[in-house]
Each structure stands twice: as structure tokens, then as C-alpha cells.
Nanobody, 123 residues
Framework: QVQLEESGGTLVQAGESLRLSCIASGFTFNFLALGWFRQAPGKEREFVAGVSANGGRTYGTNSVQGRFIVSRDNAENTVSLQMNSLKPEDTAVYYC????????????????WGQGTQVTVSS
């Protein structure tokens, strides 16, 4: 089973930037598609961004696509989420998830999840 561990979440001011990282183990990293999801209390889990095994990027919304960048480093078995121009609405627990080959916007399509990292954006 793939093991995932996120890091980088913290408290930031609106307008600032933050970079989240996720390291994967237990599987051949090059075969994985990796996604970032976020979930605020009382709300559904939301797709943020993902990167396929061949490097293709997918973003959840137009707002996220313009501010966030997802990338992977196969040499280090990591996927990162660079978040710029953060807004209070971005406050959530951010999760890293993995499946084989292709990204999906549906959380149910991912079988492997990290524990999450809290991102809080103050106004």
C-alpha cells in the first residue's frame, strides 16, 4: 500500500504564499498519479489539483488554477502544491492522495491518503 505524508501547512496572512509537500513510499512512484484535496469543517472534500504519472496537470477550479501550481519530483518521490495569493476561503485541511497513472477529480477514485496538513489563512 502507498504511504503518503504531507507537510508545510501553517497559519498565513491573506495574500501570502505557502508550499505544501507530500512524500510517497511503498510503491513505484513513477506509476502514481497524485492529487491534492482540501476539506473544511462541515464541507465536502474538494479536489484542488493533481498530476498524472506522465506529468499532466489538472486543477479543480479556475480560481485555483490561476493561483496554485502542482508539481512532482520523481527523484525525491514527492509532489508539491505551491499556493499563491492565499485567501481566507482557502482555509482547510489539505490532503495528498494517490492512484495509478491518471488523475481524477473524484475523491472516491483515490485509495491512498495522507493524514492531512492544516492551512489557515487569516484576513
Amino acid at each position: 500500500q502507498v504511504q503518503l505524508e504531507e507537510s508545510g501547512g501553517t497559519l498565513v496572512q491573506a495574500g501570502e504564499s505557502l508550499r505544501l509537500s507530500c512524500i510517497a513510499s511503498g510503491f513505484t512512484f513513477n506509476f502514481l498519479a497524485l492529487g491534492w484535496f482540501r476539506q473544511a469543517p462541515g464541507k465536502e472534500r474538494e479536489f484542488v489539483a493533481g498530476v498524472s504519472a506522465n506529468g499532466g496537470r489538472t486543477y479543480g477550479t479556475n480560481s485555483v488554477q490561476g493561483r496554485f501550481i502542482v508539481s512532482r519530483d520523481n527523484a525525491e518521490n514527492t509532489v508539491s502544491l505551491q499556493m499563491n495569493s492565499l485567501k481566507p476561503e482557502d482555509t482547510a485541511v489539505y490532503y495528498c492522495a494517490a492512484r495509478q497513472w491518471s488523475t481524477s477529480r473524484s475523491a472516491g477514485e483515490y485509495a491512498n491518503w495522507g493524514q492531512g496538513t492544516q492551512v489557515t489563512v487569516s484576513s
